[in-house]
């Protein structure tokens, strides 16, 4: 599925420090793993960015660049079990200093010591502690809270748009994606079950913003530019969200990545093609802020 020499060593590196078992060990050994794994990757804050942690709204976030007139709400991924204000410090700092824009990375509540809605309610907490007109970024299950965060706002103030990266939004579960990637590297769909057990336990899940695809109207929310990885499981929730945006008249992008895995964010300066994707993403997140 994979040919691309850059993006099998990206694959190798990952798992040689985040193995596909962590998911099946405790919260605290998967994030213990996790972090490891992203610190390999990390790379230094551009030179001369501000950055400052303080709380919005009462939820701790990290704040990159000085405040400008728009601002970037920045969303991680890691499954709402792993991840934190570490695990994409330098995604953050990269967003801000291309764009010019002020990063504001929210560290919601983890699952599985909170379960649903405490993340949608720490992001919302956020959103309205911010005073000016904002883009939401996220990827992976940040992404998913963009969108929850866009259905939250639908009679309300929405952001400028939502660049979501690499999406898993409550999508059909027998679209093609999720049976010839469901043992893609980085990003299994056994590994989806686990997330999904961790952050709403064995009930059933009735918030549609918890999955943005089966709430009945998406009419009137943020434009939307959605980047998949093609070797994802999650691939095919980007473009039916694209779709039931566009059929209800909304502008949505959708842009589809050959080769690249679930996760390649980190691969964006070791790739070609994953630095590509990231420079689409920047490209997008300037467009809204600029035209919103």
């Not at 695990?87 to 504001?104: F, M, P, R, Y």
């Not at 093609?176 to 709403?200: K, M, Q």
């Not at 779709?243 to 790739?271: D, Q």
Request: charged share 20%; aromatic share 6%.
């Amino acid at each position: 599925m994979i040919s691309d020499p850059q993006v099998l060593a990206f694959i190798a590196k990952t798992e040689g420090a985040y193995p596909p078992e962590a998911n099946g060990a405790s919260a605290a050994d998967n994030r213990r793993d996790y972090d490891a794994m992203c610190a390999q990757f990390r790379a230094p804050r551009p030179p001369g960015l501000a950055v400052e942690d303080r709380p919005f709204g009462g939820v701790p976030c990290r704040v990159y660049g000085s405040e400008t007139p728009v601002a970037v709400l920045y969303l991680h991924g890691g499954g709402f079990v792993v991840g934190g204000l570490d695990s994409h410090d330098d995604v953050c700092a990269e967003i801000s200093d291309a764009t010019g824009l002020q990063v504001i990375a929210v560290d919601y509540r983890l699952a599985p010591e909170n379960r649903w809605p405490a993340q949608i309610d720490d992001v919302l907490a956020v959103w309205a502690a911010i005073d000016r007109p904002a883009v939401v970024v996220g990827d992976s299950a940040g992404a998913m809270l963009a969108a929850a965060l866009c259905l939250s706002q639908q009679r309300a103030r929405q952001p400028l748009g939502q660049v979501l990266i690499y999406p898993g939004l409550g999508g059909d579960r027998t679209a093609p994606s999720y049976r010839v990637n469901a043992r893609a590297p980085l990003l299994r769909t056994v590994d989806l079950d686990s997330y999904h057990n961790a952050l709403h336990g064995a009930g059933v899940v009735t918030d549609p913003r918890a999955q943005p695809l089966c709430a009945p109207d998406l009419s009137g929310l943020a434009p939307a530019f959605i980047v998949s990885a093609d070797v994802d499981p999650l691939r095919d929730d980007a473009s039916a969200y694209a779709g039931r945006l566009r059929a209800v008249g909304g502008h949505a992008e959708w842009r589809n990545e050959p080769e690249l895995p679930h996760g390649y964010l980190r691969a964006r300066r070791t790739s070609d093609r994953a630095r590509r994707s990231f420079h689409a993403i920047i490209a997008a997140i300037q467009r809204f802020a600029t035209t919103g």
